[in-house]
T-cell receptor, first 116, second 113 residues
Framework: KAGVTQTPRYLIKTRGQQVTLSCSPISGHRSVSWYQQTPGQGLQFLFEYFSETQRNKGNFPGRFSGRQFSNSRSEMNVSTLELGDSALYLC???????????????FGQGTRLTVV | SQKIEQNSEALNIQEGKTATLTCNYTNYSPAYLQWYRQDPGRGPVFLLLIRENEKEKRKERLKVTFDTTLKQSLFHITASQPADSATYLC????????????FGKGTMLLVSP
């Protein structure tokens, strides 16, 4: 069974630009969650998509957005990049059907974004 | 305020010893608590999950305890090996959430031969 695939692995962008990151979940999984990881703040939840709908959102500015397609693949977009957006962006794949979450999350390798 | 605290300083132990990592939380009522391992530049990998009404869970050399009165989980690795060196993250899932995990910042474990 293929794992969670994130592309690209590395990105270097300039302040003010925008960026789109992609995540393909495990086959059959309908939930994709996005996290930002920085040395100072650790892993912070951005948002979760389930069946093409945003089901939950973390405390990030509106410059961070996402979407999910009918095949469960998800993209996140960051507009007007700031230096502080430099981070490892991780997506996690789950079935998404249970509340509370009682199964493991499968993470991708992440996209390392550097804003210069 | 809500907090999840893990030892910010690295834990250094000798091969063969038992490593014990701590996760304390404040103002959360998690339904489940999970532990993940993360290697540098990689995504976290799931290790163990424990329910709020379970006291202890084991898997091979790993053991996790969960005390909802103390609001604390302990994660043990017995007979530790250099290959166990990594950052270990605890994560909470709440009754209100579906697939959202709230993570601690992690503790780095260094096992020396």
């Amino acid at each position: 069974k293929a794992g969670v695939t994130q592309t690209p692995r590395y990105l270097i962008k300039t302040r003010g630009q925008q960026v789109t990151l992609s995540c393909s979940p495990i086959s059959g999984h309908r939930s994709v969650s996005w996290y930002q990881q920085t040395p100072g703040q650790g892993l912070q939840f951005l948002f979760e998509y389930f069946s093409e709908t945003q089901r939950n959102k973390g405390n990030f500015p509106g410059r961070f957005s996402g979407r999910q397609f009918s095949n469960s693949r998800s993209e996140m977009n960051v507009s007007t990049l700031e230096l502080g957006d430099s981070a490892l962006y991780l997506c996690a794949s789950t079935t998404g059907v249970s509340r509370p979450m009682n199964t493991e999350a499968f993470f991708g390798q992440g996209t390392r974004l550097t804003v210069v | 305020s809500q907090k999840i605290e893990q030892n910010s300083e690295a834990l250094n132990i000798q091969e063969g010893k038992t490593a014990t990592l701590t996760c304390n939380y404040t103002n959360y009522s998690p339904a489940y608590l999970q532990w993940y391992r993360q290697d540098p530049g990689r995504g976290p990998v799931f290790l163990l999950l424990i329910r709020e009404n379970e006291k202890e869970k084991r898997k091979e050399r790993l053991k996790v305890t969960f005390d909802t009165t103390l609001k604390q989980s302990l994660f043990h690795i017995t007979a530790s090996q250099p290959a166990d060196s990594a950052t270990y993250l605890c994560a909470l899932s709440m009754n209100s959430g579906y697939s959202t995990l709230t993570f601690g910042k992690g503790t780095m474990l260094l096992v020396s031969p």
